[in-house]
């Protein structure tokens, strides 16, 4: 069809550079989340926001109804915003505001073109933290035959499988002395170390992977201890972050570490041990066979007249998250390189940013086109 000039790429580029400029990390998405429900609106959306805070924009009337889902905040740190040589630079260029402007714009060009379908956009918060945002929106419980999250892949990929993850806080402590008789006391620090060769080893050999996506690893990302030069230390925090295959569950690790754990602290009975679990998300990952994958694996073949490539990725997504909660099908995609993701080198190339927009909006035709309801597993 023949772009309206509200949704050109001319207009779909400086939506995404404006949308960088708005500086929005985690906690902070206000401002942006008004630029979009304010823009949504003049594109033709039905607006609302959430509680929590979530742009919700709706578009287009009849069968099927798409969930397009991306994440406003981006991690702290502000980049200097340019363009040059075709590239957007800043931070959230690529993670992950590239793909959501590039959802909204599609959705704006889907509801014009007079197909069949209702598209929700989503504007989700706090993915940077604890995923706030997709799990108010699992709690609305949003009708839906298929979903799309918005995270950079790159816009000739489709991500169909992340791990899972586990966050962990394990507290340890004991009697203290004098540092300087320290063959008296034992030392909360020593005793965590100990702890932790003990859980990288077991994650080491949790499972005979062929690959890191199909491994369980485990990754000590912060700890803290001791109080005085003088004293040997009383207490020890330990933060972890293990990540899970497909095929195995939460409570599988939980309940094998945790008994290895029960071990440990059987043979150093003078160390109190606490484990708190701050954060779990099972595995996800989507059959190739699902209409949503096979969707976009056409519409990359009719922008890019090549087959598109499957990924699957050792992160967590949100996709994890509402893929099993409400049993739809899910996957992963968006434009960008995410080796950047997080960088001072953030950016993302304006040609692929439009094309990606261009593999939405044929991935909404394909859909609208299905037998409807189209009942394939996700």
Known sequence: MALNKKT??????????????????????????????????????????????????????????????????????????????????????????????????????HGLSGESGRILVIGAVEEERKGDGVRALVQQRPKAEYAIFGEPGGSKRITIGYKGSLHLVIDLSAESGHSSAPWKYPNSILKAFDLWSLISNYTSKRVKAKSHYTEVSSCLTGIKGGSDLSVTPERCEMNIDIRIPIGLTVDDILFEMGAEIDRFGARNPETKIEVHVEDRVEPFETSIRSPIVQALSGAIKDVYHQPAEYIRKTGTGDMNILGHELGIPTVTYGPGDSHLDHSPHERIDVEEFLGSIQVYQRALERLSRLPYPEKTRA
């Open 8 to 109: 050109d790429d001319n207009f779909a580029s400086a939506f995404l550079k404006s949308a960088v400029e708005i500086y929005s990390p985690s906690g902070q998405e206000e401002e942006l989340a008004r630029f979009l429900a304010d823009t949504m609106k003049e594109l033709g959306f039905k607006i609302r926001i959430d509680e929590v805070g979530n742009v919700h924009g709706t578009i287009g009337s009849g069968k099927p109804t798409t969930l397009l889902c991306g994440h406003m905040d981006t991690v702290p740190g502000i980049l200097p915003i340019r363009v040059e040589d075709g590239l957007i630079h800043g931070r959230g260029a690529v993670d992950a505001k590239g793909p959501l402007i590039a959802m909204i714009v599609a959705a704006a060009r």
